[in-house]
């Protein structure tokens, strides 16, 4: 293991800025118009008295983190800023050196346990914790003119047993194995009101972006794609077999993942739901497409609901279920096959989960492969919206680097771009990640080809941005310092 700097945090800053979408984005109970993104800088302290800052963002979504429908998109969004505070004072209280693992290993239970006092679920209440860490782990790397990639595979942050989560794991093996690729295939999603042809659409937005999933292939090129279900198996079928009339005409493979987004009670209503797609002549080659489904079942049974007796036909993933670093264990005790990376659940959890399929698929009788050819445990990696700059750069490097071959991407498609941004902070993105980005009608955006990302540039010192956004044109939320 690389000798792990201990660093002391100085000062935490909280900020957002406004997102407004240019198509609405309907996914389980909400439907998406408009969403606060979240920033936070981070100023830390080394052992030599250099001082440098780091950054991290993150959209702050409804109704995933906490779907109780008795709560409003607001009160969502002051439960995400509460989350945020809570780690923000905790990782402040005592201004003492640490490595940037044990900052955050150190201050894992007591953030959890603070949220749970205001009602926060697990998942809720890391999600400060998760963009804090990403912030300290850029500043890091900025300090040692390191890049993500190689930070993580020589444990720059010192990831160790202290918890114990991560023992019996050969962490430094693990990171030192792992290979990022130059590009990965996007994985468009088909969100439950977007439409499908052109004979869907009832208003345009005429801006120039696709604006149907025939749009989608034509213009990016995609082969890999995420369709969203809603408990309703009539609606579902039928409009799964508007979905496959469009993707069948692909003559090249096409690979897609089934999200049921918790709409079911239980693993009978996914097996309805999978009969009544095999049944259908039309479906067969989506469904032979289908990689995984991702977490049917709802959050508060899922874990109590085992699989391996359902017939269902795919391997199955967690992903809201995933609240705490032991959940994907218990989830693999009740036939699930996969967890999901989402940098709002911290990239430290997607690192442990890794190594554990890794680890779970060396041993005997864990050579079942899936239709892709994947081993038996694996990592889907799936989006929360991510925005241009910094959020969709961190979590593109992270997936990168675990070996995940494709990533679910929707922020580009349902925002544009960079449009609302300075014109500025626009320029340096694309200035300094011209393979990532591009310019088009009036905007920097993300640049999809062929259905691919190209990830070389996000190879630069600090957490995968060569550039920061604006801060002065956001709103300060929380700002403070650790106490001398």
């Known amino acids: 293991m690389t000798d792990a700097p201990r660093i002391r945090i100085r000062e935490i800053e909280l900020y957002e800025r406004p997102v407004v979408l240019r198509l609405p984005f309907k996914f389980g109970v909400v439907t998406l118009r408009e969403c606060p993104q979240a920033f936070v800088r981070v100023r830390i302290e080394t052992a030599d008295g250099q001082s440098t800052w780091g950054a991290a963002a993150e959209m702050m979504a409804p109704k995933w983190f906490d779907k109780n429908l008795a709560l409003s998109n607001d009160d969502n969004f002051d439960q995400l800023r509460g989350a945020l505070r809570i780690a923000r004072d905790a990782y402040l209280a005592g201004g003492g050196a640490a490595t940037a693992f044990g900052h955050f290993a150190h201050h894992y239970d007591e953030t959890l346990q603070a949220g749970a006092a205001q009602g926060y679920n697990p998942l809720l209440a890391s999600y400060g914790p998760a963009l804090v860490d990403r912030a300290i782990f850029d500043v890091l790397c900025r300090t040692r003119q390191v890049s993500f990639y190689d930070a993580m595979r020589g444990n720059l942050a010192g990831i160790v047993s202290e918890r114990a989560e991560f023992a019996g794991l050969d962490i430094d093996s693990f990171l030192s194995q792992l290979q990022p690729a130059a590009s990965i295939e996007a994985r468009h999603t088909v969100g439950m009101l977007d439409a499908i042809t052109p004979a869907d659409l009832h208003e345009r937005v005429n801006d120039g972006l696709p604006e149907t999933l025939q749009d989608v292939i034509a213009i990016w090129g995609h082969r890999y794609f995420k369709l969203k279900v809603g408990g309703n198996i009539a609606s579902d079928i039928a409009r799964l077999e508007a979905i496959a009339s469009v993707l069948d005409q692909l003559q090249a493979p096409y690979y897609a993942s089934l999200d049921g987004n918790e709409q079911y009670a239980d693993a009978a209503g996914v097996a309805e739901l999978v009969a009544a797609i095999r049944a259908r002549p039309s479906l067969k080659r989506l469904w032979s497409s289908i990689l995984f489904i991702e977490q049917p079942i709802a959050r508060k049974v899922a874990l109590d609901v085992d699989l391996r007796a359902a017939p269902l036909g795919k391997p199955v993933i967690i992903d809201e279920s995933d609240g705490e670093l032991n959940t994907f264990v218990q989830a693999r005790a009740r036939g699930y096959s996969g967890v999901s990376s989402k940098t709002c659940k911290g990239f430290y959890k997607s690192v442990l989960n890794a190594a ?48 995940i071959t494709h990533v679910e991407r929707n922020g580009h498609y349902y925002v544009n771009g960079m449009a609302a941004q300075p014109a500025s902070e626009q320029q340096a993105f694309l200035l300094a990640h011209g393979d990532v980005y591009e310019r088009s009608h009036g905007a920097v955006r993300l640049k999809i080809q062929d259905g691919r990302i190209a990830l070389g540039s996000l190879a630069c010192a600090g957490f995968a941005s060569a550039a920061m956004p604006d801060f002065s044109a956001m709103t300060p939320l929380f700002s403070a310092a650790a106490r001398a």
């Open 356 to 403: 554990r399929c890794a680890q779970w698929n060396a041993q005997p009788g864990s050579q079942a492969v899936s239709p892709e050819g994947a081993l038996r445990y694996f990592m889907s990696a799936e989006d929360l919206t991510t925005q241009a700059g910094l959020s969709v750069q961190q979590d593109l490097a992270l997936v990168n680097l675990l070996g």
